[in-house]
């Protein structure tokens, strides 16, 4: 079983800074693409990046310039430093890994979720 823990997130003013890593453990084949994706209120989940196990990373349009995904294929985490937050980052962030289990199943797995608040 896969477990994810979330670290990071809270509040800060317009054009601050925040880092949110998250952390898998368990028992897994490989780990494959692990992401960032954010919830605001009254909206549906949305991408905000995700990174290969190569390194290919992806971002949503509205956090390019001012995000960087990067991991750690030794210690299996994910970290998305925050630079230039706006107000309309506002959001709960849950961090997503994609693994493959012994035995060849590809799975998925959400984190808990940690809130980011923009806001002076």
């Known amino acids: 079983q896969v477990q994810l823990v979330e670290s990071g997130g809270g509040l800060v003013q317009p054009g601050g800074s925040l880092r949110l890593s998250c952390a898998a453990s368990g028992r897994f084949f490989s780990i494959n693409v692990m992401g960032w994706y954010r919830q605001a209120p009254g909206k549906e989940r949305e991408l905000t990046a995700t990174?290969?196990?190569?390194?290919?990373?992806n971002y949503a349009d509205s956090v390019k310039g001012r995000f960087t995904i990067s991991r750690d294929n030794a210690k299996n985490t994910v970290s998305l430093q925050m630079n230039s937050l706006k107000p309309e980052d506002t959001a709960v962030y849950f961090c997503?890994?994609?693994?493959?289990?012994?035995?060849?199943?590809?799975?998925?797995?959400w984190g808990q979720g940690t809130q980011v608040t923009v806001s002076s």
């Open positions: 997503s890994v994609s693994y493959t289990a012994y035995g060849g199943k590809a799975l998925n797995l």
């Open positions: 990174i290969t196990g190569r390194g290919t990373t």
